[in-house]
């Protein structure tokens, strides 16, 4: 059983363009969280879908933005990236028990 | 103040030690508790997700919660290097289906 999947595991990108982070969630979870980790930091919440819609939302500007589809695998959008936005981006997965657990990570740096 | 506080470390300790790592939090309202273990560079792992006060042991963990004084513990038995690692507290008010608030993380180093 696969767990979190996510991809692509690092990259760099510049100032001023956008990035997209996938996520695969365990088989059967149908609900995923978005979160940021900066360096030495724990991780910060960003947004979770359901049903392919935004349930909640941390506070992040509107420069990040996710899409869930049928399948229930997700995207996080980053626009107009900032230095600031150099991170380790984890998507997370929830159980049935409302556990959550978390894929390995995208590592992002922004130059 | 924050709504998670934990000592960052770094811990170092002999093979074989008994390891506190401790959280406080600062919101009454939040019900689950949960450690995660962080290796470096690698996504969080979840080790002990529970509701409310009280003690939960897994193995060598075990996870005690006092919501009166608002702390949180994880005990490690019989530390191994393979230990070594960042660990993280979180807290919510409904496990998962809520964000979590997380604490920055206590780094522990293990010696052989």
């Known amino acids: 059983d696969a767990g979190v999947t996510q991809s692509p595991t690092h990259l760099i990108k510049t100032r001023g363009q956008q990035v997209t982070l996938r996520c695969s969630p365990k088989?059967?979870?149908?609900?995923v969280s978005w979160y940021q980790q900066a360096l030495g930091q724990g991780p910060q919440f960003i947004f979770q879908y359901y049903e392919e819609e935004e349930r909640q939302r941390g506070n992040f500007p509107d420069r990040f933005s996710g899409h869930q589809f049928p399948n229930y695998s997700s995207e996080l959008n980053v626009n107009a990236l900032l230095l600031g936005d150099s991170a380790l981006y984890l998507c997370a997965s929830l159980g049935f028990g409302g556990e959550l657990f978390f894929g390995e990570g995208s590592r992002l740096t922004v130059l | 103040q924050k709504e998670v506080e934990q000592d960052p470390g770094p811990l170092s300790v002999p093979e074989g030690a008994i390891v506190s790592l401790n959280c406080t939090y600062s919101n009454s309202a939040f019900q689950y508790f949960m450690w995660y273990r962080q290796y470096s560079r690698k996504g969080p792992e979840l080790l002990m997700y529970?509701?409310?006060?009280g003690n939960k042991e897994d193995g060598r963990f075990t996870a005690q919660v006092d919501k009166s004084s608002k702390y949180i513990s994880l005990f490690i038995r019989d530390s191994q290097p393979s230990d070594s690692a960042t660990y993280l507290c979180a807290q919510s008010f409904s496990g998962g289906y809520n964000k979590l608030i997380f604490g920055a993380g206590t780094r522990l180093a293990v010696h052989p």
């Open positions: 088989s059967g979870h149908d609900t």
């Open positions: 529970t509701y409310s006060s």
